[in-house]
DNA sequence: TTGACATAGATTGTTAACAATCGTGGAATA
DNA sequence: TATTCCACGATTGTTAACAATCTATGTCAA
């Protein structure tokens, strides 16, 4: 989620056990439920290996928010009443702070789970869970194909979304997250570049 | 998927593992996944249930499925040249074949699996796995709350979505879905029925 | 020098025994 | 008779040893 570790990084059992002061059995369990949502890949008697998403991967992640996250946004602008606006709010002022004392790690955690507190704010579960996993895989393909700049730092562009939930402008709040998610998309060169897995345990216990 | 356990039926591991002839351990990776996609609950020391999803649970997976199903069949109406019409074209044949010799389980299946295959036509494996997950829990919903009448045979409603399809008409596979949801969802009645688990061994070996 | 092969080490997958927890049934008491 | 407490059995959680598989290193031959 926050970009720490990089595509085709091997976590290996023994590694994760030191690291973490834990038996391999609760390791093994963590990896399997990774794997069930796709973060990780476990390749038979090989080992567990940081996704990797394709091109095809990123077009359909991107394609998939498309379908859910407008209708989602339009909702939420059409009765902003009914949902905690506070949980929003908060979080922008945060966003705010993290960008203020260059924190990349922070930013781009933040950045993403703007999207998901978006999900959970319309109180629906399942809308929630889908939401979790398509950002967390948002997060490891900018991280991959994303230009270093700033593509995960769409600046004022969350706020303003906001802003139009609360004023209750459900065509303004739609268009302009539909905006936002090109933002973010057409910030990607699409070159995927497999940088070098790197020391680990030391990212680990950060 | 079809609808063969009632919820809350307790899945002892010793019991499935005789069951299936295979370790504990293949068995606790099962358990753990199907929890993952939440249609079985893993309690803390005392083992593992079938869900029991609550009225609230049910009314958002049918409000996420009216979210993502009808845009999804819009844009499958729009360029239907690109998908692959057989496989739907046969799913149908392969669900009036099953209506016509009166076999329940097959019926139920097939009538989720039509849900799964129109995403799958997508070609997103995102939404595809977003809808198999919501499928999966609809029929769960439907065994619960469901009138034990035809609420999960539709007919020929499924067909006449397929045919707006092939027939380019986004707005009328779009609107004839939403109806088509709406039709399941009026069919259950909200009045959780627990009904007693039963014998299982023998329900798990069919 | 390069290629194939074999062996050794390391890593994952599995099994079985052990520990901990929970539900049940019975006995004792009010 | 009803209720509380204790103990037993059953079930889940954990650990550790074992088996199987893969990777890498080194040797031998072409």
Redesign the pocket.
């Known amino acids: 989620m926050e970009q720490r570790l990089a595509p085709n990084t091997?976590?290996?059992?023994?590694l994760l056990c030191k690291t973490f002061g834990?038996?391999?059995?609760?390791i093994?369990r963590a990896l399997l439920l990774l794997s069930s949502q796709g973060l990780i890949e476990?390749?038979?008697?090989?080992?567990?290996y940081v996704a990797c998403p394709s091109k095809s991967d990123a077009n359909d992640v991107f394609a998939a928010r498309m379908l859910i996250e407008p209708p989602l946004v339009r909702n939420l602008a059409q009765n902003p009443d009914v949902i905690d606006l506070r949980v929003l709010v908060d979080h922008i002022e945060l966003e705010d702070a993290a960008r203020e004392q260059n924190e990349r790690t922070e930013i781009i955690r933040l950045s993403g789970e703007f999207h998901t507190k978006l999900a959970q704010a319309s109180g629906n579960k399942f809308i929630f869970r889908m939401m979790r996993e398509l950002v967390t895989r948002t997060s490891l393909i900018v991280g991959l194909f994303g230009s270093s700049e700033d593509a995960s730092c769409p600046d004022h562009e969350h706020g303003d979304i906001l802003q139009a939930i609360q004023t209750k402008q459900p065509q303004k709040a739609e268009k302009l997250l539909i905006s936002h998610l090109h933002h973010i998309q057409s910030g990607l060169d699409m070159k995927s570049r497999t940088e070098i897995p790197e020391d680990l345990e030391a990212i680990l216990l950060t």
């Open positions: 091997k976590l290996s059992e023994s834990v038996g391999r059995m609760r093994r476990l390749q038979s008697n090989r080992g567990a």
